[in-house]
């Protein structure tokens, strides 16, 4: 009956060593295994405590939302890509609207972000699309 708990405590430190919620579920499903030894239940009520407990917390999560992954569009979010917001020079413009201009030491091809003039000048990064630079003016043109 105490292996139950044993087995819960080896499901914490796994929790604690990766960060999901999966084996805290099964912890959880694991003492309520426990709890059931305790009051006298079989071996197979035992199993199937657990295994109802964890899908019921399984199922608790993923209503509420818990578990959603939360997409990041990295080629726009400042907080994953540090170059969003970093400003380079243009010298000029070709017919297409796309431009190489120097940044972190290499020639990058640039490109205008929709809705966007392209004059020579100074430009912010908006959003990285594969090895292309998306240019905003950092001084808005009317």
Same mark, same amino acid.
């Given at each position: 009956? @105490?292996? @139950?708990?044993?087995?819960?405590?080896?499901?914490?430190?796994?929790?604690?060593?990766?960060?999901?919620?999966?084996?805290?579920?099964?912890?959880?499903?694991?003492?309520?295994?426990?709890?059931?030894?305790?009051?006298?239940?079989?071996?197979?009520?035992?199993?199937?405590?657990?295994?109802?407990?964890?899908?019921?917390?399984?199922?608790?999560?993923?209503?509420?939302?818990?578990?959603?992954?939360?997409?990041?569009?990295?080629?726009?979010?400042?907080?994953?890509?540090?170059?969003?917001?970093?400003?380079?020079?243009?010298?000029?413009?070709?017919?297409?609207?796309?431009?190489?201009?120097?940044?972190?030491?290499?020639? @990058?091809?640039?490109?205008?972000?929709?809705?966007?003039?392209?004059?020579?000048?100074?430009?912010?990064?908006?959003?990285?699309?594969?090895?292309?630079?998306?240019?905003?003016?950092?001084?808005?043109?009317?």
């Amino acid at each position: 009956m @105490w292996f @139950w708990f044993g087995f819960a405590v080896l499901a914490l430190i796994g929790e604690v060593l990766t960060g999901t919620f999966y084996l805290l579920l099964f912890a959880l499903g694991l003492a309520a295994g426990g709890v059931a030894a305790l009051l006298g239940s079989e071996l197979a009520w035992q199993i199937i405590t657990v295994a109802v407990i964890t899908a019921m917390g399984l199922w608790v999560l993923r209503r509420s939302g818990v578990l959603k992954k939360r997409e990041v569009n990295a080629a726009r979010n400042a907080d994953v890509n540090l170059d969003i917001g970093q400003s380079v020079e243009v010298e000029a413009w070709t017919e297409n609207l796309t431009a190489r201009v120097w940044y972190r030491g290499a020639y @990058w091809q640039a490109s205008l972000a929709h809705g966007t003039q392209g004059h020579p000048g100074s430009y912010r990064i908006v959003e990285i699309q594969g090895s292309t630079l998306l240019l905003e003016p950092l001084v808005p043109t009317h």
